[in-house]
T-cell receptor, first 115, second 111 residues
Framework: DAGVTQSPTHLIKTRGQHVTLRCSPI?????VSWYQQVLGQGPQFIFQ???????GRGNFPDRFSARQFPNYSSELNVNALLLGDSALYLC??????????????FGPGTRLTVL | DQQVKQNSPSLSVQEGRISILNCDYT??????FLWYKKYPAEGPTFLIS?????DKNEDGRFTVFLNKSAKHLSLHIVPSQPGDSAVYFC??????????FGTGTSLTVIP
């Protein structure tokens, strides 16, 4: 069975540009969460989507947005990139039933470098 | 405001001995806890979980202990193996919500 997949693996952008990161959850999982991990820190929560609706949002500026598609895949968009957006972006999926917390399984991440 | 803390950035243990990784949290609403293992250039790999209704969960060489009154959890690895060398993150969540991660502990198991 395929795990969580993310694309691209690596990405280099310049300040001010826009980026779209993609994630496909484990088959049968309906919830997708996005995290940002900078060097030396743990993952920081950005968004959670469940059944195509936003269920949670972390403390990130409006330059960050996301959506979930009918097939439960998801995109994370970041506008007006800053140097500080350079990080590993992780996607996690979980089955989630009726609001109880479920284990999140992570993809390999997308390494974004902003120059 | 760091709601989940791993105060030991690194830990070295001899192969075959016990590794104990610690994690403290501040939010009494957290009711589900996970441990992840992470190798460089990979996403975190789920290891073991525990809900707040339990104080211990065991899976092979891995055991997680939860002390709710102290807001403390620990991961025990027995016996430690060189392949266990990685960064370990604890994560906590209130019901149906996001996970908060600690800053990680880098475990080195010395052959």
């Amino acid at each position: 069975d395929a795990g969580v997949t993310q694309s691209p693996t690596h990405l280099i952008k310049t300040r001010g540009q826009h980026v779209t990161l993609r994630c496909s959850p484990i088959s049968g999982h309906k919830s997708v969460s996005w995290y940002q991990q900078v060097l030396g820190q743990g993952p920081q929560f950005i968004f959670q989507y469940y059944e195509k609706e936003e269920r949670g949002r972390g403390n990130f500026p409006d330059r960050f947005s996301a959506r979930q598609f009918p097939n439960y895949s998801s995109e994370l968009n970041v506008n007006a990139l800053l140097l500080g957006d350079s990080a590993l972006y992780l996607c996690a999926s979980s089955f989630d039933v009726g609001g109880y917390t479920d284990t999140q399984y992570f993809g390999p991440g997308t390494r974004l470098t902003v120059l | 405001d760091q709601q989940v803390k791993q105060n030991s950035p690194s830990l070295s243990v001899q192969e075959g001995r016990i590794s104990i990784l610690n994690c403290d949290y501040t939010n009494s609403m957290f009711d589900y806890f996970l441990w992840y293992k992470k190798y460089p250039a990979e996403g975190p790999t789920f290891l073991i979980s525990i809900s707040s209704i339990k104080d211990k969960n065991e899976d092979g060489r891995f055991t997680v202990f939860l002390n709710k009154s102290a807001k403390h959890l620990s991961l025990h690895i027995v016996p430690s193996q060189p392949g266990d060398s990685a960064v370990y993150f604890c994560a906590a969540s209130p019901t149906g919500n996001q996970f908060y991660f600690g800053t990680g502990t880098s475990l080195t198991v010395i052959p």
